[in-house]
Structure formats: C-alpha cells, structure tokens
C-alpha cells in the first residue's frame, strides 16, 4: 500500500533562517506531488506541484521554492524565512488514472513557526 | 474555470442529529468531487469521491454525498451526528482542464453539541 511521510512534524525556526520540509511517498511511481499551505483556521493555499522529476509548477510568487530530486521526493525550501511563512504545510500525491484524477493523499503535515 | 464554494463556514449540531455540509461548484467539464475531513494538526482524509460512476456516493464513517448536476451541488450529509466528526471539511473538484490541480473550498468547520 502506498504512504507518505513529512517530517518533521513540528520546527521552530527563527526569521531569516533557511528551510528544508521533506516529503516521501512509497509503494507508488511517478506520482503527482503537491506542497499546500494552510494558515490557521484557513483553507488550502497550493504552493507548488510536480508532475515528474525535476518538473515544478510554482502558483504563488514567493520566498519559497521546490524541488524533486527523485521520482518520490518533494522538497520544500526557503533561503530566508519570513515571519508570514508559519503555517501548516501539507504535502499530498495523486497518480493519474485513464485521463480522470484520483483524489489525493495528504501527508500528515508539518507546523511551522517562525519567530 | 473551475471553483468550489462551501456555503457555511461553521455548522453547528447536536449529537446524534443529521448533518448537512453544502458545497456547490463550478466546472467547465465532466468534474471529479471529493470531500475531505481534518482533525486539528492533522492531514486531510478522503471521505468519499464521486467520479461520474453513481450520483449518491457512500464514504466512510456514515458519511454520503449526492452529486446533482442540475444544481451544481455536492453536499454532504449524515444521518446523525457523532462526537468524533467535529473538524473541519473541505469539498474539492478537479477536471480535465484543470490538468493535475485540485481546487479546494475554503473548509466548514463542524462542532458537535453534546
């Protein structure tokens, strides 16, 4: 069955520190990757998504970039983390099927705060 | 172009009473629907899809969700309400033209009286 780990799971980091979140996804190929942000009692802000290897499609303009070094592997990071940058960010994948989207599946999230 | 509209952002209801969560949206094409559930500090869970096979959709924990395309609506519901579903809910669509993007709504945040 397929899984998908963040980590971490909580980081404090203080403002103009860089950022690293990892994701990994197994038991699946060539999936789908997504990095959203959620601010406190918001919905889902998409960040990037990644059809492929080295592929990234960025939606919103800002200090934070992404990147896949391997077909399971999303990164997400920052060289400069900005107080506005503390959120919940959710990393999810998808697998196309016959042209139709299956839904995704969300990671278990990582809490940033920045201070 | 694609949207997804939840038309409560809070729901309130007391245990053991239905549940009605609206969501309505807007698709150029055939849409895949979805309702997700998230518990405080965590990842988002599928509750159930609909993806052009029967209308009325069964997921999990009770949940059930009817896609009228006349009314652009895919709301969900439950026939009583339980302690454990007080979170917050996201209705989704995504579609052909929106290539490999889900566009979610802004979440209905559901509290259960005791």
């Known amino acids: 069955s397929q899984t998908i780990h963040q980590w971490p799971a909580t980081l404090v980091q203080p403002v103009g520190s860089p950022l690293s979140l990892e994701c990994t996804v197994e038991?699946?190929?060539?999936?789908?990757l997504y990095w959203y942000r959620q601010a406190a009692g918001r919905g889902l802000q998409l960040l990037f998504y990644s059809v492929g290897i080295g592929q990234i499609s960025s939606e919103v303009p800002q200090n934070l970039s992404a990147s896949r070094p391997q077909d399971r592997q999303f990164i997400l990071s920052s060289k400069k983390l900005l107080l506005s940058d503390s959120s919940f960010y959710l990393c999810?994948?998808?697998?196309?099927?016959?042209?139709?989207?299956?839904?995704?599946?969300f990671g278990p999230g990582t809490r940033l705060t920045v201070l | 172009a694609q949207s997804v509209t939840q038309l409560d952002s809070h729901v309130s209801v007391s245990e053991g009473t239905p549940v009605l969560l609206r969501c309505n949206y807007s698709?150029?094409?055939?849409?895949?629907l979805f309702w997700y559930v998230q518990h405080p500090n965590k990842g988002l869970q599928l509750l159930l899809k609909y993806t052009s096979a029967a209308t009325l959709v069964k997921g999990i924990n009770g949940f059930e969700a009817e896609f009228k395309k006349s009314e652009t609506s895919f709301h969900l519901t439950k026939p009583s309400a339980h302690m454990s579903d007080a979170a917050e809910y996201f209705c989704?669509?995504?579609?052909?033209?929106?290539?490999?993007?889900?566009?979610f709504g802004t979440g209905t945040s559901l509290t259960v009286i005791p």
């Open positions: 038991g699946t190929s060539n999936p789908n």
């Open positions: 989704v669509v995504s579609d052909y033209s929106t290539g490999n993007q889900f566009y």
């Open positions: 999810a994948w998808s697998v196309p099927t016959s042209g139709r989207y299956d839904e995704q599946f």
């Open positions: 698709s150029s094409y055939s849409p895949s």
